[in-house]
């Protein structure tokens, strides 16, 4: 049963230290999103790869915020420093290109809470 | 600016009570525009892809439609499983090639 699998699932921190997120995609797809969701903004793209290249990052906060794929089988979403405004829920979702727009697999998500 | 708007907030309804949903939306072109189902706790699920004006798309008791500036969920004879939270988004046909705009859904909740 493929699957985007993120972790951790559930963080809770303090203001200042840095959280690393993880998503391992789909095998075989080739474009990844981190997506942000809380309660008043609902989901908030924040960046996506093609082909493991960054392909738009203008909805993350440059400053504190970092997205990379080392590799094909793993993305990460990076906050250093975080700040209490960052607890969320963070989503990774992947996608097959050749499938069409729009039928994105969305893992489970990260809860990050910043204290 | 392209957004998404979707009404209402919240939906509750008893077993067997048809109703819609609401997606508005705004963006320069649509490229697509699809529907997802998100219960607590859990990521979004696909549930329709719809690309042009008068198509329509069904799945057990969903049927989703599309105009040129809104779509539909229609959910018929809805049973408590289909409790969940729906979403709405859209892909805008400039800009960034898979760049996909979610509305903030609408909460749907069934008695039985």
């Known amino acids: 049963d493929a699957r985007v699998t993120q972790t951790p699932r559930h963080k809770v921190t303090e203001m200042g230290q840095e959280v690393t997120m993880r998503c391992q995609p789909i095998l075989g797809h080739n474009t990844v999103f981190w997506y942000r969701q809380t309660m008043m903004q609902g989901l908030e793209l924040l960046a996506y790869?093609?082909?493991?290249?960054?392909?738009?990052d203008s909805g993350m906060p440059k400053d504190r915020f970092s997205a990379e794929m080392p590799d094909a089988t793993l993305a990460t979403l990076k906050i250093q420093p975080s700040e209490p405004r960052d607890s969320a829920v963070y989503f990774c979702?992947?996608?097959?290109?050749?499938?069409?727009?729009?039928?994105?697999?969305f893992g489970e998500g990260s809860r990050l809470t910043v204290l | 600016e392209d957004q998404v708007t979707q009404s209402p907030e919240a939906l509750r309804l008893q077993e067997g009570e048809s109703s819609s949903l609401n997606c508005s939306y705004t963006?320069?072109?649509?490229?697509?525009l699809f529907w997802y189902r998100q219960d607590p706790g859990k990521g979004p699920e696909f549930l329709f892809t719809l690309y042009s004006a008068g198509e329509e798309k069904e799945k057990e008791r969903l049927k989703a439609t599309l105009t040129k500036k809104e779509s539909f969920l229609h959910i018929t004879a809805p049973k408590p499983e289909d409790s969940a939270t729906y979403l709405c988004a859209v892909q805008p046909r400039t800009g960034s090639a898979s760049k996909i705009i979610f509305g903030s859904g609408t909460r749907l909740s069934i008695r039985p």
């Open positions: 790869f093609r082909n493991r290249a960054p392909l738009d």
């Open positions: 963006v320069s072109g649509l490229r697509g």
């Open positions: 979702a992947s996608d097959l290109e050749a499938n069409g727009p729009g039928e994105l697999f």
